[in-house]
């Protein structure tokens, strides 16, 4: 039954990897479906979800705060970001859950294009392109979450050799953000505050603070438990939430110094039991 409940929570969370690489997919055709019938301009078909860069022409485009993350036009660009997603949500879900993986996603991406609207009113001759869209911010803040708590994990890279995750994360935002950082400003400034958000998170998540926790909207308040005349009631308390966040911490820090593979198959097991109430 455990390993019937495994397998049903994998391919859950590979569930949410997969519609968000879905949803960058269908996007892309559509939009390049739009462009081909109405032989209009790249420019003009990003109008309504890439991210302006001038910050007045946003206000009345708001909603590309959201949109900008899952918008492509080139496919090369589309399978290059979708390819290292995939590899990042791999990591992402050695700890936790798919539900989480939408949160970082979208408010990566988010967080990358404020920063980004905030720079470009400071720096307003620093961005040349009028538009910001991909996935690059909202991946690399996905990623970032996991140099956080898996920096050791080993990842085997082309099937030959292993190397520690935090050196392929690392490199791969030199690659993507630091060189020539002139030529796409505006891309690379959102990576950066991608990443920032995703390390900030991180960082307060394992202090035991999740400000993308919204379970609190849906929550219903509890009954008061009336004794006799008396106006006191009983109040649940949580006894095992310490507990089980002191394990994690303690897994991951062990996953942090010795990588993944040097937990026993029982705390891989614990492991997988505490992540589920993430």
Known sequence: MDFLNRITDTLKKQGASTQIILINVVVFLTLNMVLSLSHLPKSAGLEYLALPVNGPHFLVRFWTLFTF??????????LSNMLIFYFMSQVFFIV??????????????VAGGVLMLLLSMVFTNSFLQPQLFGASSAILGVGAVMLVYTPNYQMLLFGVFSMAYKYIYLIMFVLTTLVDISTNTGGKISHMGGAAFGLV????LKKGTDFLNFSFLTKKRSKLKVVSNNQSYTKPVETNYLNDEQKMNQLLEKISKSGYDSLTRSEKDELFKLSQKK
């Open 201 to 204: 998170y991180a960082y307060y």
């Open 96 to 109: 936790f859950k798919s539900q989480k993986l939408y949160y970082v996603y979208i408010m990566s991406g």
């Open 69 to 78: 993350a899952f918008t492509h036009v080139d496919f090369w660009h589309l």
